[in-house]
């Protein structure tokens, strides 16, 4: 990925279509994610990429080209998402995603897991969980610092388990 951003950086746009198709599914997965809708995420995609190509060259290291995309996603969805609660004045609603058949099963369970968290920490859970990032790339992505996101993590997991523990328990007196 590094040679590729190289390249973009030097002005080869097959180069950069290039980067953008290997984060095509973390950009939708995040968009979606934040936003709960498709075509706000489209949208959000769209001016991402459009950002990034007028600002490639102020990417510094090109092994963080990924983080420093989806830093740019989460700039553009946050930018949306506050235009539409201003506009409808609508508290945020975390929507169900459609997933590909094969995979339908595990993002579903996944997303309630997602809805069933605080807010705060829904986002973080996406990146860590769902797209593989390193609690330090989550801190730079969302400006904060590292042990924020561990501990969000980690009030998270707890939040989980013990929701997990009270399902158990309704299911118990049901039987």
């Not at 030097?10 to 973390?26: H, M, P, Q, W, Y």
């Not at 995309?69 to 506050?82: A, Y």
């Not at 201003?86 to 459609?98: A, L």
């Not at 593989?132 to 590292?146: N, P, S």
Request: charge should be positive.
């Amino acid at each position: 990925m590094e040679e590729l951003v190289k390249k973009a950086k030097r002005g080869d746009a097959e180069a950069f279509i290039s980067l953008v198709e290997n984060c095509k599914e973390t950009l939708k997965r995040v968009a979606l994610g934040y936003l709960g809708n498709e075509e706000d995420a489209a949208d959000a995609i769209q001016d991402t990429i459009l950002s990034a190509y007028e600002h490639l060259s102020r990417l510094k290291r090109p092994d963080y080209f990924k983080t420093w995309l989806v830093r740019i996603l989460i700039n553009h969805c946050t930018k949306i998402w506050r235009f539409n609660k201003k506009r409808s004045g609508i508290e945020e609603e975390w929507i169900e995603v459609p997933a590909e058949p094969d995979r339908a099963k595990a993002d579903v369970e996944f997303r309630q897991l997602l809805n069933s968290l605080p807010k705060e920490s829904r986002i973080i859970f996406q990146l860590y969980f769902g797209e593989q990032f390193t609690t330090k790339e989550i801190a730079d992505i969302l400006k904060m610092k590292e042990n924020t996101v561990k501990s969000r993590i980690h009030r998270g997991k707890e939040h989980l388990r013990l929701e997990l523990i009270q399902e158990k328990g309704r299911e118990k007196s049901e039987a």
